[in-house]
């Protein structure tokens, strides 16, 4: 039966990667999800381009888990050498949009979901398997969790090469303004908006926050834009720069952006507060048992869905994140069949 279902899910994972789902647009993948759900006789959800299901001797007195991924891609860039929208299989390798990010990961936790719902379980089990996540939209894994049951513990796959990423960063994005006051550039008059925000940008540059975590590191900040003037002769009154500030577990954002605007002058804004850094604890049952399967333990630099969940989460998929968003992205069929197995063995027998 094993095989039998690693096999449908490389099969779903080509009519996904043949199937256009960019973020917002993920209509008909979302369908191909449902269909091979129902397919194994599974009770399916759907709001949006969210499809989720949950095993029907779900019991309120036991912990749940949450099996997640995202069925959304980003555009391709014109660099592809293969149709980006074809599977195509040279041996062992599956080239195509969303292969590897995070199409791999979607159908082997749809496979291990499938090939888990006639077994004894110590907990309930439930699959979800979302949109916008490349977008961080409205609609991503964060609208449905009030329509789910209280969940106890997220496994989030992404590629991670089946390692676990036991603590994420979090994402601030900050806009800027340093004023000043126009004036004629040949006299000395008004005040330059530039220079009232050189000293900023130089704290920016420089500062470090005292909490350095021992998974992520320090907190990271980049300025990444910045725009000032109309004219080449009149002093700006306006000096705008966004900042991205990727934030260690011993931060939230929210104590993040305070922080920041007590250090400097200019009007800071954050666009969002939502995509907060996330941690859990080495000695959960879960990292351990990872563990104990030779899973190797890590913080991850990149954002995914974790972000949005107030709950324990870990994050391990078949697949490497150096792949993902670039040209001719793949996976190995054998990576997603070794994925099956490693999920398959994380859950079964599990228990908090």
């Not at 969303?98 to 199409?103: L, M, P, R, T, Y």
């Not at 990961?105 to 496979?111: H, T």
């Not at 975590?213 to 009154?237: C, R």
Request: charged share 25%.
């Amino acid at each position: 039966m094993k095989e039998k279902i690693k096999e449908q899910a490389i099969e779903l994972l080509k009519q996904l990667i043949e199937t256009q789902s960019f973020s917002g647009e993920e209509e008909q993948t979302a369908q191909l999800i449902s269909d091979f759900l129902e397919k194994h006789q599974a009770k399916v959800f759907r709001q949006d381009n969210n499809v989720w299901s949950i095993r029907e001797d779900f019991d309120p007195d036991k912990k749940t888990i949450l099996l997640n991924s995202h069925h959304d891609t980003v555009k391709f860039g014109r660099t592809w050498t293969y149709d980006p929208l074809k599977a195509t299989l040279v041996e062992d390798k599956l080239i195509g949009l969303g292969s590897n990010d995070a199409g791999a990961s979607a159908v082997s936790l749809l496979a291990t979901y499938a090939y888990l719902l006639d077994q004894p379980l110590e907990y309930n089990l439930l699959v979800a398997i979302t949109a916008e996540e490349e977008n961080s939209g409205q609609k991503n894994v964060g609208s449905i969790l009030p329509l789910l049951p209280k969940i106890d513990l997220g496994i989030v796959g992404e590629p991670t090469q089946m390692d676990m990423a036991i603590a994420e960063r979090g994402l601030v994005v900050l806009e800027c303004e340093a004023k000043g006051k126009t004036g004629h550039a040949a006299r000395n008059e008004g005040v330059n908006a530039i220079y009232e925000a050189m000293q900023d940008l130089e704290w920016f540059r420089t500062y470090q926050f005292e909490k350095v975590s021992d998974m992520l590191g320090p907190v990271k900040m980049t300025v990444t834009q910045i725009e000032a003037g109309k004219q080449h002769n009149v002093v700006p009154d306006s000096c705008k720069f966004v900042v991205d500030v990727r934030v260690n577990e011993m931060y939230s954002n929210e104590e993040i952006v305070s922080l920041i605007q007590e250090k400097v002058n200019c009007e800071v804004n954050p666009r969002s507060l939502r995509l907060n850094s996330s941690h859990i604890d080495i000695k959960h049952p879960i990292v351990q048992k990872g563990i104990s399967l030779g899973c190797k333990t890590y913080g991850s630099p990149t954002l995914s869905d974790m972000a949005m969940m107030p709950f324990d989460t870990v994050k391990i998929g078949p697949g490497d994140s150096a792949r993902s968003h670039t040209p001719d992205e793949y996976i190995y069929l054998s990576e997603i069949k070794e994925g099956i197995d490693r999920y398959i063995d994380l859950l079964e027998g599990f228990h908090f």
